[in-house]
């Protein structure tokens, strides 16, 4: 195939230019270090890096940043099951699980998982670039506002899944996160809407609410039970997970990995919204999905799988058409024109070469990551047997320090706190945080969206019935609302006492 020889090429013109080796080694650290840091996601990281590149030759500063888009969304996931702190957005749906393998003295097993699925995925994504870039470019174009909107409902009715315990308590949370998204500016008319005369509230304060939610109510948690993270003083353990274990979710790595492909070729989607999406199709699947919540290992494979799978479909629109996938890859068409290329389909003609050679050296970005992830777990696990008094502080300044390097702001830190107690009082009264981080990520797509959509059609709502996948998506999403009704349904007809042992586990969480 034409492709396979401008590959093999490409791979040739890398191993010539030992620099452009190194650059992708620093970055794949850099991200995986930055990724492990709340607060620092790996778009942050890429606009850090983006003024440093404008002197490296194009391939070279390239695969830098590449090495810190693809560590970086693996490198979330290394805090959220070691401490249920999502170092990334699309770690947070790995946190649900992962921490939760953690503690039943897993984390060694669940970190491997993440690693080898991470790379799976990133890997399957990079050769559906090389391979399938103008099949998929083609399906890219036919998503417009009323697809978007659809699939942020898709996304939404993932509420219902990751609830646990109590599906009402979750929607009542993503209701609250729902509420919390409409603050900021309009997204069609850009007037302020419930910012209380406060510049800092324009945009949502996304990343300081989840951090908040997640890792400071952790915190604020472990102070009122000393004891608890006493039984986690325990080494890692096998890292590589046994072959009897893994083999159970190559099914779920493959799946999630397509999905997150799909999702990441979708404008204004994102490894967040591919790792919830993942999830929740794996619940779907899944012959146990009672287990989901309370430590499922194909659970953390598909979240990892399906966010790092993201990367080469995001990758792909902003290649072939000039329109990036998600923020990532908006500031690397950036740095694309700061190098004098410029993406969409005259760059494979005009540059091929060079389009080749960055698609080797992003297949060498990920055996780099798996290596170095599978490298730094042994030091990382050594988190777990920090004494809680020195642990819990050393937390809370991460959230602070994360916090501020967003923005630079103490009004964000002030958020970020506020939070961080609302999520302790959630905890406590058994009200699950994921829905609201959710919310927060589906909320502004799907008014924006929906608005844009009723906006190209003179307020006509014919666009629901009459765009296939459209169409397609809301269907999904009523399928994904209805199973787990249905799935309740039949098992209250099937006895009385399967109820109170299936909500009785969900009240510790």
């Known amino acids: 195939m034409h492709e396979i020889d401008l590959l093999l090429n490409g791979a040739r013109t890398l191993i010539d230019q030992p620099m452009a080796l190194l650059l992708a080694l620093i970055g ?17 990281g890429v606009a850090i890096l983006l003024p440093f590149t404008f002197g490296m030759d194009p391939l070279s500063g390239l695969l830098m940043i590449s090495g810190v888009f693809f560590g970086g969304i693996y490198g979330g996931s290394i805090p959220a099951i070691l401490l249920k702190i999502p170092g990334t957005p699309a770690a947070a749906a790995t946190a649900i699980d992962g921490y939760e393998l ?41 998503f417009s506002a009323s697809e978007s909107f659809a699939l942020a409902v898709f996304g939404l009715t993932i509420i219902a899944s990751i609830s646990g315990a109590s599906p009402i308590k979750g929607l009542i949370a993503g209701f609250a996160g729902l509420l919390l998204a409409t603050v900021g500016l309009d997204p069609m008319g850009g007037f302020p809407r419930f ?23 952790e915190a604020f948690k472990s102070m009122e039970e000393p004891e608890v993270r006493g039984a986690l003083k325990t080494a890692l353990g096998r890292i590589i997970p046994p072959w009897s274990a893994f083999r159970g979710v190559i099914v779920t790595i493959l799946r999630s990995s397509g999905l997150g492909i799909l999702i990441g070729i979708i404008p ?38 399906g966010a790092n799978g993201c990367t080469g479909g995001a990758l792909l629109t902003m290649l072939t058409l000039g329109i990036p996938g998600d923020a990532v890859t908006a500031v690397m068409l ?3 024109t700061l190098q004098g290329l410029q993406p969409g389909p005259l760059l494979f003609q005009d540059h091929a070469d060079l389009v080749f050679t960055l698609f080797a050296g992003m297949i060498f970005c990920y055996v780099a990551m798996l290596f170095m992830g599978f490298a730094s777990l042994r030091f990382m696990g050594r988190i777990l047997q920090m004494p809680k008094s020195v642990l ?63 906006s190209l059609s003179n307020g006509s709502y014919d666009f629901l019935y009459t765009r296939p996948i459209t169409v397609v998506l809301l269907s999904a999403a009523a399928l994904s609302l209805l199973v787990p009704l249905l799935r309740g349904l039949r098992k209250s007809g099937g006895g009385t ?8 586990p969900g009240r510790g969480h």
């Open 102 to 142: 953690t503690k039943q003295g897993k984390a060694g097993i669940a970190l491997g998982t993440a690693t080898l699925s991470s790379f799976l995925g990133g890997l399957l994504s990079v050769i559906v670039l090389i391979f399938m870039a103008r099949i998929l470019a083609g399906f890219a174009l036919e």
């Open 334 to 336: 950036g740095a694309l």
């Open 195 to 217: 910012t209380a005369g406060y510049t800092e509230l324009f945009t949502v304060p996304f990343i300081p609410v989840m951090i908040g939610l997640f890792a400071a109510a």
């Open 497 to 504: 006492a399967e109820p109170p042992l299936n909500a009785t």
């Open 28 to 44: 794949v650290a850099l991200g995986i270090v930055i990724g492990a840091l709340p607060g620092l996601t790996a778009t942050m």
């Open 392 to 454: 819990t502080p050393v937390i809370l300044a991460l959230c602070i320090v994360g916090t501020y390097a967003i923005n630079n702001s103490m009004f964000d830190i002030g958020i970020m706190l506020a939070a961080g107690v609302v999520g302790y009082f959630m905890q406590k009264w058994d009200f699950p945080a994921s829905p609201v981080v959710l919310a927060l990520i589906m909320g502004p797509m799907a008014e924006a969206s929906l608005r844009r959509a009723l």
């Open 268 to 305: 204004g989607a994102g490894a967040d919204i591919a790792a919830y999406v993942a999830y929740n199709e794996t619940k779907r699947f899944s012959k146990a999905p009672q287990n989901f919540g309370k430590g499922e290992l194909s659970a953390v494979a598909a979240c990892e799988s």
